[in-house]
């Protein structure tokens, strides 16, 4: 099964605000694009799992258009807080990029 970085053209992660994270996943092409939907491994449930957090407070978006998902979860901790240790939020998607893609 290919991982989620072989389907993807990017991925990556970015502070949206000091309370939020945003990780973006694009696609080439609309087959790999289909592929990673229909798996459902980028669902709510699934990203609380890995990002630890409720469910309820992901929020995910399928960009058919563009070919892309973006998926918001709040950071553990305030950007620039004493114990942030990514104060870009450049380095959240990695729980992301190995996921297997059935």
């Known amino acids: 099964m290919p991982q989620l970085h072989e389907l993807a053209r990017l991925i990556r992660s970015k ?5 939020e994270l945003t990780i973006d996943v ?3 092409d609309r087959e790999s694009y289909d592929r990673v939907v229909s798996s459902k491994l980028l669902s709510a449930a699934r990203m609380a799992e890995l990002y630890q957090v409720d469910p309820a ?3 995910l978006f399928e960009a058919e258009v563009a070919l892309a998902i973006k998926i918001s979860i709040p950071r553990p901790m305030p950007s620039g ?16 990029v190995r996921l297997e893609i059935p």
Do not use: E, K
Request: charged share 10%; aromatic share 14%; glycine share 12%.
């Open 15 to 19: 502070n949206a605000g000091p309370f």
């Open 26 to 28: 694009m696609f080439n």
């Open 57 to 59: 407070v992901v929020q």
């Open 81 to 96: 807080s004493l114990r942030d240790t990514d104060i870009f939020g450049g380095q959240f998607h990695s729980p992301i």
